[in-house]
Structure formats: C-alpha cells, structure tokens
C-alpha cells in the first residue's frame, strides 16, 4: 500500500499570501494517479486537482498542482478567504486508493 | 447534474446491524466506479473500497475487508455500505463518491470528482 505523507501539517498564512503544499509518496506513483482535494469544515470534500496538474470543473485557475514520481505540490496562489481549510492528497492505483493525513490552512 | 444523496445519521449500540445508503439521482450510475470514504471524529479522510454497480465488482482497502460490506443495486442506482456487528469504533462520517476517469496522455486518471453529503453513524452503548 502506497503511503502519502504531507508537509506542513499546519499552514498560517494571510489572505493573499502563496499556500505551498507538499504530498510525498512511499513509492513512485504515476503523474495520472494524483489528486487534491479541498474540505471546509463541516463539508464534503472537493475535488480540486486530478491528473496531478488538472484542474476540475469550475477550480479558480489560483490553484495549480506539479509533481512526479514520489514528489507533489499544490500551490495557491493569492489566498481567498474561502481557501482557508484542508487539503488532502490522493493516489490512486490498481484498485486501490490511499489519502495523505491532511494539511490545514489557517489564516494568520 | 448528478448528485448522490446519502441516508440519514444513524445512532446504533455495538453489535447491532446497520445498513446505509448512497442514490444517485443521475442516469449513469453502472458506468461509474462508487467509493465509500471514512472520516473518524476530527481525523482525515481513509479510502474503504469500491464498487462498480455495472457488474457489481468490489474492491476493498485491506483496512477495511472483512470488516464491512459494499454492495449496490443497479436498479435503482444505489449503493449500500452494511456492517454486521457494529464496535463503537465505527463511529464516523461516511462519505459516498463518483470515481470518475479522464483520459490523459497514454494514460487514465481516476478522481472522485461528486460526493455526497455524508452520513455520520454513532456506535454507543
């Protein structure tokens, strides 16, 4: 089982300020396997990055995804009130999927 | 639009039975893979399995085989998550999903791109 570690655990930033997070795997995952989701509180998750870098239905082009092999970044640019919530990575392959553990965006 | 829509909260004692639900309001639902998701009170999300309601072929995370059930009835698009004997364990928001596919360059990305709104289940004496 593919494990994925993400990094910060916890991310203070303000309003308008860069988000960069990270999503490392346990083992080469590939490119098309990868995708970001977004959960506000009390929420479903949504889908906001697949494919790695492609962005889903209706996300703000402030969001873009990059990576390969064991290493993925989501990237935020210009942080909206809204963004302020977690992020979770996922893989997904031969059947079976695996989440990251999470990273929290907080307003500073 | 598809939309999936989950049954109810459930409060239930451990070792009791318990069965929820997961309908999709659209017209493709044999064509889609359904994932079931857990999310533990203020925890992450973890990947239970799959279903595809067209052949009714399941897949599940080796957390969680043998300890729940997934199955689905095409017939009136809808997909079950059933637990034999519940253990206060299980208390959880569940969260039903479309694995949806796209094809990219020489290969195919799966993502779960509509959910439902969740169904909280509460196992307690």
């Known amino acids: 089982e593919i494990v994925l570690t993400q990094s910060p655990g916890t991310l203070s930033l303000s309003p308008g300020e860069r988000a960069t997070l990270s999503c490392r795997a346990s083992q080469s995952v590939s490119y098309s396997s990868l995708a970001w989701y977004q959960q506000r509180p009390g929420q479903a998750p949504r889908l906001l990055i697949y494919?790695?870098?492609s962005r889903a239905t209706g996300i703000p082009d402030r969001f873009s995804g990059s990576g390969s092999g064991t290493d993925f970044t989501l990237t935020i640019n210009r942080l909206e009130p809204e963004d302020f919530a977690v992020y979770y990575c996922q893989q997904y392959g031969s059947s079976l999927g695996t989440f990251g553990q999470g990273t929290k965006v907080e307003i500073k | 639009e598809v939309q999936l829509v989950q049954s109810g909260a459930e409060v239930k004692k451990p070792g009791e039975s318990l069965k929820i639900s997961c309908k999709d309001s659209?017209?493709?639902?044999?064509?889609?893979?359904i994932a079931w998701v857990r999310q533990m009170p203020g925890k992450g999300l973890e990947w239970m399995g799959i279903?595809?309601?067209?052949?009714?072929?399941?897949r599940y995370s080796p957390s969680f085989q043998g300890q729940v059930t997934i199955s689905a009835d095409k017939s009136i698009s809808t997909a079950y998550l059933q637990w034999g004997s519940l253990k206060a364990s299980d208390t959880a928001l569940y969260y039903c999903?479309?694995?949806?596919?796209?094809?990219?360059?020489?290969?195919?990305?799966?993502?779960?791109?509509?959910w439902g709104q969740g169904t909280t289940v509460t196992v307690s004496s």
């Open positions: 494919g790695s870098s």
């Open positions: 999903a479309r694995l949806r596919s796209w094809y990219l360059v020489y290969s195919y990305s799966y993502a779960m791109d509509v």
């Open positions: 279903i595809y309601p067209g052949d009714s072929d399941t």
């Open positions: 659209g017209d493709s639902f044999s064509t889609y893979w």
